[in-house]
């Protein structure tokens, strides 16, 4: 008789509810948030590195001549950029091809935040959309490692890039000095 009326009183008990409930969503609702925020971390240093290809080729591209140390500035400057992430996780590298009048293209200077760059001389094949014979482009490019801030990670780690081609402003080529 004790145990059926416990049965009813335990039974129509429904303080603990909210709690067994809240302790069943936690667990999703944790996942939702830190996958959340590191998507949008992701994808916010994916911007980030479009933005510095951009601004690369863009600063490269205001000259007529460059030196090594004008070109360092330039590739230093990407670390402002691409913070509060670190260039330590980025290679920056700007390079200047030219196409010959037999349309074959070559590059002409290259260098990267790393200490080193396309080799000079080195045949590329350019699209040809953009492909000018007895022209000049500059070609740059941002290849950055991704790692998630947060340990427990959805969100794997990633190899972001962009690349952007832009034509001299002031000359019809970018001479390195």
């Not at 090594?68 to 590739?75: E, G, R, S, W």
């Not at 991704?146 to 081609?165: E, G, N």
């Amino acid at each position: 008789m004790k145990r059926r009326a416990f049965r009813r009183r335990l039974g129509g008990d429904e303080r603990g509810v909210a709690l067994v409930e809240f302790a069943c969503v936690l667990p999703v609702l944790l996942l939702m948030y830190l996958g959340g925020y590191q998507l949008t971390d992701a994808l916010s240093c994916n911007r980030k590195v479009t933005i510095t290809a951009r601004a690369v080729a863009d600063l490269t591209t205001q000259n007529a001549t460059v030196t090594t140390d004008q070109v360092n500035t330039i590739l230093n400057a990407s670390s402002k950029i691409l913070a509060p992430y670190s260039v330590a996780n980025a290679l920056v590298r700007v390079t200047e091809f030219t196409t010959d009048a037999g349309g074959t293209t070559k590059v002409t200077w290259s260098m990267d935040n790393k200490g080193g760059g396309r080799t000079k001389g080195d045949t590329y094949t350019l699209p040809a959309n953009i492909k000018v014979n007895g022209s000049s482009i500059i070609f740059s490019e941002v290849i950055y490692n991704y790692r998630p801030a947060v340990t427990f990670s959805i969100v794997k780690p990633l190899t972001l890039s962009d690349t952007v081609f832009m034509n001299p402003r002031v000359s019809n080529s970018v001479d390195m000095q």
